[in-house]
């Protein structure tokens, strides 16, 4: 299960709309009692531009975290001893699964990257959020598996 404030949730659904029609991600750190949003830019559409080739989707159907946006994340989750709670994006016009390529993004040599984050999905089209799911890793299924959200 994953729990996560109210004001997170808002947070990072308002983050989808701002984003709308492009996916929007970002990074949820925690210190055990406080949620911190940090919202990411996603360079899909730059890296796209420069090499459709190696990347053919725009940002209206992937995602890039801007590798400078990850490092602030890591140096705050160091410096400030917070843990990195959940990885988020949107899936404009779109339900909220967890897709292969979301799968093989946050896997190195067939291990998760982050086995103790979770990653949510947000579906939204046009305005509305349709849905928001998590998914984290699982050592018995050796696999991503849908995990409900619980507001607290």
């Not at 159907?61 to 590798?67: E, F, G, K, R, V």
Request: glycine content about 2%; proline content about 5%; hydrophobic content about 40%.
């Amino acid at each position: 299960m994953l729990e996560l404030l109210r004001e997170t949730l808002d947070l990072i659904h308002a983050h989808a709309k701002a984003e709308f029609p492009d996916e929007c991600c970002g990074v949820i750190l925690s210190d055990g009692i406080q949620e911190f949003v940090r919202k990411c830019k996603n360079i899909q559409n730059e890296r796209h531009a420069e090499d459709p080739e190696t990347y053919p989707r725009d940002a209206r159907t992937a995602y890039l975290i801007d590798p400078n946006d990850l490092i602030k994340v890591h140096k705050e989750a160091e410096t400030e001893n917070r843990q990195i709670k959940a990885f988020y994006h949107s899936h404009p016009n779109h339900d909220a699964y967890f897709s292969e390529k979301d799968k093989a993004d946050a896997m190195a040599w067939d291990e998760p990257m982050y086995p103790e984050a979770a990653y949510i999905v947000i579906s939204i089209y046009a305005q509305e959020i349709r849905v928001t799911r998590a998914y984290a890793w699982s050592e018995a299924a050796a696999d991503f598996v849908e995990v409900p959200i619980k507001e607290r």
